[in-house]
């Protein structure tokens, strides 16, 4: 019989559209809009950390829809108005509010995952480093989830309103957006909360790097806020009388009090490093984090050619290295005898483009770091390397190709730079072999110092 009327909860009440809701909304955002988890490396479908922690960052989005079907369901006795009727039954109330609120769990717990698992299947073809450090982050995003929902079908059973779901899912929504921007240092009103307060938040923000996973300090914390909100959603959804609704909400406060104690008070401790997937793994001249171990065989290749290529240089590298640097860590590591390379440039790999990235500036990083570019000059400077360093790329490759795409409108001046790179490429070719190498030698110099212009280097100064 229990599973008899679960199955009819299942298929005739609102928990299934609850789950289809969950899916289908996270997947039209995942697919239908280029949003921050499009962003290479770091892209929901590249990694298993990446997986977890984008569907986990929709919860800003599918937590408010969870807590509004939520209270569509709660509301199902007082419209169908058979309160009373069920009230006279000699069958508990816990057990008849248990099947709603299991069914509501099935489903939301199901469309979550579904979204997980499209990730997942691609991230296994994607070749994505196989680790259980992102168990936690999707099974709390699960917690909070069912937390939601069992919140919202508590408080749509004590205020059974119309207006209770969709002022209670728009309550949610300014809940969640102003706590995960709160604690966002990125944000314009970052710190604005204690950064306990904002962990508080069901979803933990956009992933901004592959090699950090979700601290358990903070997993264990927000696991205990999220169970106390759904303890407090059961009892709210049994209780028959003021007294009992109010006692209801103990549980959430004792969770809250719990929770800020075990979270940290520093936002820098919300993650850490993952030092096992950062471990590097080498096959001849090349040598990549065990992250990124599934490119050795894509990527030792183009590499030992780009080696090759460069050994032409009187002070040629001589191996290919891999280096963490964040996007707002400023530029990366230089060195005479290596050419480094960071996550994105790797993943070039699957698209043969590999050995023209490490050739580029003579196999040399860039010298800007585009989030500390703060004037015109610096921004000046850096398409100017650019144009030099891809320059150099085509003439070490012996293939001209733009430093930027042809009819692009994401780039100003696109156009007017690929004029310069192609001028700039004819004229240098058109130099004597000797003449050529030198110039392409005093571009590595600029690059490794960081001293002057490369591209008054590739010109001899000319305009």
């Known amino acids: 019989m229990n599973r008899r009327i679960l199955g009819i909860e299942l298929r005739r009440s609102v928990a299934p559209w609850a789950g289809f809701l969950v899916a289908g909304v996270a997947l039209g955002f995942l697919y239908s809009f280029s949003g921050p988890w499009d962003k290479s490396a ?80 691609q991230v296994v ?38 207006l209770t779901p969709p002022l209670l899912a728009l309550a949610s929504l300014v809940g969640v957006t102003v706590l ?35 601290s358990d300090r903070v997993s264990a914390g927000q696991a205990v806020w999220l169970a106390g909100l759904a303890a407090t959603g059961l009892l709210l959804a049994t209780a028959l009388t ?46 990549v984090t065990r992250m990124h171990e599934a490119q050795l065989h894509a990527g030792a290749g183009q590499a030992e050619e780009a080696l090759r290529l460069l050994a032409r240089l009187p002070d040629h590298p001589t191996a290919v ?67 030099a360093r891809s320059v150099a790329a085509s003439w070490f490759v012996d293939s001209y190709a733009p430093p930027y795409p042809e009819g692009s409108d994401s780039y100003p001046d696109a156009a007017e730079n690929n004029t310069l790179a192609k001028r700039t490429y004819d004229s240098l070719r058109a130099l004597p072999a000797g003449e050529q190498l030198a110039r392409m030698s005093a571009l590595r110099s600029v690059g490794l110092s960081c001293q002057g212009d490369q591209l008054d280097a590739l010109t001899g100064g000319a305009p």
Not at 45 to 73: C, F, H, K, M
Not at 106 to 113: D, H, K, W
């Open 42 to 121: 770091e892209d929901w479908t590249e990694q298993w950390t990446n997986a977890a922690g984008w569907v986990r960052s929709l919860l800003n989005i599918l937590w408010p829809l969870a807590i509004g079907a939520g209270a569509l369901q709660g509301l199902r006795d007082h419209r169908s108005g058979v309160g009373e009727l069920l009230a006279s039954t000699p069958r508990p109330v816990l057990h008849r509010a248990l099947k709603t609120l299991g069914a509501t769990a099935i489903a939301v717990t199901a469309g979550y995952l579904l979204v997980f698992a499209v990730a997942a299947v």
């Open 125 to 162: 073809v994607n070749d994505g480093y196989f680790h259980l450090a992102w168990v936690p982050t999707l099974l709390v995003g699960v917690l909070g989830l069912v937390a939601g929902a069992w919140l919202g079908i508590g408080v749509g059973r004590a205020l059974p309103s119309p």
């Open 180 to 214: 995960t921007l709160a604690g966002d240092p990125a944000s314009s009103v970052g710190g604005a909360l204690p950064a306990r307060v904002s962990l508080l938040s069901p979803s933990m923000g956009n992933v901004r790097d592959v090699f950090a996973i979700v």
């Open 242 to 287: 003021a007294r009992r609704r109010l006692l209801s909400l103990l549980p959430a406060v004792v969770a809250a009090a719990v929770a800020l104690a075990v979270l940290p008070a520093d936002r820098a401790q919300d993650y850490v490093f993952d030092h096992a997937a950062a471990e590097l793994v080498c096959q001849g001249s090349i040598c």
């Open 321 to 387: 290295r891999e280096v963490l640097v964040g996007e707002d860590e400023g530029v990366r590591p230089r060195s005479s005898t290596e050419v480094t390379a960071t996550f994105d440039d790797l993943d070039l790999a699957k698209k043969e483009k590999l050995t023209r990235r490490l050739v580029a500036g003579a196999g040399t990083p860039t010298c800007f770091s585009y989030s500390k570019m703060v004037t015109h000059e610096d921004y000046t400077k850096s398409i100017r390397e650019t144009v």
